[in-house]
């Protein structure tokens, strides 16, 4: 397989159990995996890229996406709106979701994620509307294909609709059966088990007021069974949790806990609204979370316990959530809001993690959240997945004392460039080897102006408007 010799990096940031950084190095990527750090490496027939003044780092590992909402953000009518209102607005919408839909959002969400320097992707796909070909997990496998991005797909549901008291419209909703069933033929036709796997699999039931308690306690069958990771939103917002205790007398945390679904196979999305007890009880089943800053400022969601809760050992890894409540899906940007909104609430909760700890949170946090050893950091026999920023820029001038804390700290903003993903080039030079951005562009353009022009958008704007100015 082909051979790639990044020569004399400025700075090597590994992400490593030592943190090294390592200047004026060199990385020798063979086939999939990284063969060899250290200086003045030779290899014949390598591609050789002059890295004098790239910073180097792992590739970024979002943990927690929903790339069907790129056709679905930026609405002017849920600026000021909290999750459910949020949510209500949304489901209307996706119930004109289909396989093109999918596909092309599913591309540009991976794009935007290449660029900014993420090179394992994990989306929380739950919008199955009636009568549309589940295809939908499969047309996501062929966008990864096509951008090169290492993705692990989450098959997720709706099986408690507003009829049965859930809050999604009864059209998108699927049966237990539908559900585990699909779940099952995704993890045999994609799921690669071994090292370097670039397809895996995630039974991931959607949230606890859009799914029965049985969806929950099949999902963990079969992924036990089938030794696949799984994954939910969990303790997402005040709205859950009033939700909760209306519904059910009990906390998020209670019915996760009753129906046994914490465990090291496990992770949350969000994770904001627990007890310090129950977040003792997570971590010491080691169960995962997906922090979300950009998300949870932005749906006035609140803060994550961050601090309590790396010390009680959970697991915690970075993501931008999806676009509806992102309105974007850059990785680098989600290291510094992370930085920075910690630091606005270490007053009420402890020590704000560092700039650096952002930034392994993003890479080998990321990567323990997906259950993965082999992606995360930069050393030999590690998959061969990073990217490089040239930072020899005026405007960098004076900023770079400490590379580990440079993206999280100075903030860089701009596309990465170059990422490599399982030993491949797959963004150089401002383009992405895999597809024609243009054409991509202008299909996406005519799907997301159906969405905008269609009865269902106007109608639920209208309400939206009705509403707030009853307020
Ligand atoms: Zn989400």
Redesign the pocket.
Known sequence: MAKILIKNAKAVITCDDGDRILRSTDILIDGKQIAEIGKDLRADGARVIDACRMYVYPGLVNT?H?FLQAFTRNIPELQQAALFDWLIFMYELWTLVDPEHVYYSTLIGMSELLKSGCTTAFD?HFCFPRGVDKVLIDRQMEAASVTGIRYHAGRSCFTLTRKDGGLPPDVLGETVDEFIGDCERLIEKYHEYDPFGMRRVVVAPCSPFSVTDDTITEAIRLARAKKVMMHS?LAEAPDETVYMREKHNKTSFDWAEELGFLGEDIWY?HAICFSDEEIRKLGAAKTGAAHCPVSNMRTCAGFMKYPLMKETGMRIGLAV??YG?QDGSNMLGEIRMMYLLHRVNANNQGPAPGAYECLKTATRGSAAVLGRDDIGSLEAGKAADLFMIDVDHLEFSGALLDPGAFPAVVGYNRPVDITIVNGEVVWEKGKLKGLDEEAVKARADEIAARIYSSDIYNREAARMRAKRGKR
Do not use: I, Y
Request: proline content about 0%; overall charge negative.
């Open positions: 927690h929903h929380h939103h999305a959530d999806g409540a």
